[in-house]
């Protein structure tokens, strides 16, 4: 049997007129603009990384932390950046890398087995305001909170950011072959998961 996975409503939130990467890029070179180009690429992207990082880590301390750990790599390493790579791919590399070594930390730390901390992260959804949404919702982030953590970015990014993989290629360093499977593979888990525990 396969369950529908249902994208949740897109968040409220009034995104204010952004400005283009390629005038942000510029700023930021500019010694003179550079504090200029720092508060649009904010004004861009600090919601959607944050977000994206909240998806991972699930509470919203946790995900502050992160994303603050991440601007500041981003403002200490921006002056080199190459135009070769997209601001939008960079950006979120960084932020994914940055999820990913926290939730790893979290689990050499934790004296519970990885199994227990993945239904942990999928528990904690209970009492998050950002996820007591519509119980078909509830049962979507908490089936994909259960996946292994690499595969849950890969879910993320494809699902709730829509992104190429072409770009999750360049924002995870993994070919498109194995991400379209890893996709494929955690949309089976959660089908599974769903139906599972789908209530009666």
């Known amino acids: 049997m396969s369950v529908p996975i249902r994208k949740p409503s897109p968040q409220t939130v009034q995104e204010p007129v952004h400005t283009e990467d390629e005038q942000i ?4 070179k500019d010694p003179g603009t550079v504090d200029r180009g720092f508060r649009a690429l904010l004004a861009k992207y600090q919601e959607r990384l944050y977000w994206h990082v909240r998806r991972l880590v699930i509470e919203h301390e946790d995900t502050n932390d992160v994303v603050q750990e991440c601007l500041v790599k981003v403002y200490r390493k921006i002056g080199s950046f190459r135009k070769d790579s997209g601001l939008y791919t960079w950006l979120y590399r960084i ?4 999820a990913l070594s926290f939730l790893r930390k979290q ?12 239904l942990l992260l999928a528990e904690k959804l209970k009492a ?7 119980a078909a919702q509830l049962h ?26 072409q770009d999750m290629s360049e924002v995870l360093s993994t070919s498109t072959g194995a991400l379209k499977a890893s996709y494929h593979h955690a ?12 209530p009666n």
């Not at 998050?128 to 519509?134: H, I, K, L, Q, V």
Request: no cysteine.
């Open 128 to 134: 998050d305001a950002y996820f007591d949404g519509d």
């Open 95 to 98: 932020a994914t890398n940055e």
């Open 140 to 165: 979507l982030q908490r089936a994909v909170a259960q996946l292994p953590d690499k595969q849950r970015a890969v879910f993320n990014l494809r699902y709730f950011e829509e992104m190429s993989y």
């Open 107 to 118: 689990k050499r730390k934790a004296t519970r087995s990885i199994d227990d901390e993945e």
């Open 25 to 28: 890029i510029a700023w930021i």
């Open 187 to 198: 949309v089976k888990k959660i089908e599974k998961s769903m139906v599972a525990t789908e």
